[in-house]
């Protein structure tokens, strides 16, 4: 694959004519009606109602909620992952260093397999259960971080009907013993295995902490990836001074975190050909615009959902249609990488000379 740009039409006819194409598949007929904006896109092949696509989380547990989130506007649903772990030969539980219950749970010991809300051939009774009711894509989730029952689970969930799959990569690496060079080969080796072994496109979900990540995603694509996902968000433990324990928390994301998102959205989008995911922290239609505008195709949506309903995609799609057509727009390609690295006036913002110039603004 190639590294050249998808760069938007720059004629307004041809704009026209892809806007159109995009919501029925001909030519362009006339003017969108002042209330109707095409908020129809690509992503990982597959032509999407909008650019709005719900991450993997419990949103699609329920078939009556996963029928809100369409009906709200959403263009794609992401499963719950399927872990990694569910998959292999159950791992040792550890040695407890000193007495206790045996029910206490140990600090980062794996769940029972029965622990797990849904188990493989419940996860894809699901897909087929998602599939006959839903008309947009379903998209799995596999969660893991090695190579390993990756390949043959995959093929499965495609012939349960998904229309894509999503790998997870989730790893913490404390072994001082690990280079870099080999987490990221394991991650290179499992990709090329699913995307052989699979028809279906398959998007990757890194997390941000990787030395040279333009390079990586280069290489993802390069082992046949269709899609990034920018980014996975690690869950801190905290620690609890007053009973000297490390104790799991679950935090949603906030705001603030779409804007390490749109740096590499922005810096990434110019370079690849790979679909774009932005998924963290967007909240508003003000904060979509802005992934788009810096390159993603879409937007996952998690924290929002849990935290005000299936509804809030509904506000968020009625926001971006006003957002278009208050600057003129008539589709999502007509702005989708605007203020990317290569486009915008200012590519400097998004590299070390933003860094040096903030710095420089404060004063004592």
């Known amino acids: 694959m190639g590294l050249n740009a998808r760069a938007p039409a720059n004629n307004c006819t041809v704009k026209a004519k892809s806007c159109a194409a995009g919501a029925t598949g001909g030519e362009h007929s006339g003017p969108n009606p002042a209330n109707s904006m095409n ?9 999407l109602q909008s650019p709005f696509v719900i991450g993997a ?7 009556t909620v996963a029928r809100q989130l369409e009906e709200g506007g959403a263009g794609a649903v992401v499963m719950r992952s399927m872990f990694e772990e569910q998959l292999e030969p159950a791992p040792p539980r550890p040695v407890r260093r000193e007495p206790s219950d045996p029910d206490d749970e140990v600090p980062g010991e794996y769940p029972d397999r029965a622990d797990y809300q849904v188990s493989p051939d419940q996860y894809l009774r699901r897909i087929e259960l998602l599939k006959r009711n839903l008309s947009i894509p379903v998209i799995a989730s596999l969660n893991g971080h090695q190579p390993g029952a990756w390949v043959d689970y995959a093929m499965r969930v495609e012939r349960a009907g ?3 799959i999503e790998l997870n990569f989730y790893q913490v690496v404390t072994d001082p013993a690990v280079d870099a060079e ?3 080969g394991e991650m290179l080796k ?3 295995l699913v995307t052989d072994a699979v028809k279906i496109p398959v998007a990757v979900k890194l997390a941000p902490f990787h030395a040279a990540l333009a390079q990586l995603a280069v ?4 082992e046949g990836a269709a899609g990034l996902v920018l980014f996975n968000r690690f869950y801190q433990p905290d620690v609890n001074v007053e009973e000297l324990t490390v104790q799991p928390l679950l935090r949603l994301s906030d705001p603030q975190e779409l804007l390490l998102r749109l740096r590499w959205l922005a810096i990434l989008s110019p370079q690849v050909r790979l679909s774009l995911a932005a998924s963290g922290g967007v909240y508003t239609a003000t904060g979509a615009v802005k992934a788009l ?3 993603a195709h879409v937007v996952q949506l998690v924290s929002a959902v849990l935290k005000h309903g299936p509804k809030i995609v509904g506000t968020l799609t009625y926001g971006l249609e ?4 208050e600057h003129g727009y008539e589709c999502v390609a007509d702005f989708r990488g605007r203020l990317n690295s290569r486009r915008s006036q200012d590519a400097g913002a998004f590299e070390r000379a933003n860094y040096i110039r903030t710095l420089q603004t404060w004063r004592v």
């Not at 989380?57 to 078939?63: L, Q």
């Open 39 to 47: 908020l129809a896109v690509d992503y990982l092949g597959l032509r």
């Open 57 to 63: 989380s419990p949103c699609c547990d329920n078939v």
């Open 162 to 164: 998904a229309d894509a």
């Open 182 to 184: 080999q987490v990221e």
């Open 190 to 192: 499992v990709v090329g």
């Open 219 to 222: 290489a993802l694509e390069l």
């Open 293 to 295: 505008l810096t390159g």
């Open 322 to 325: 006003q957002w278009m057509r």
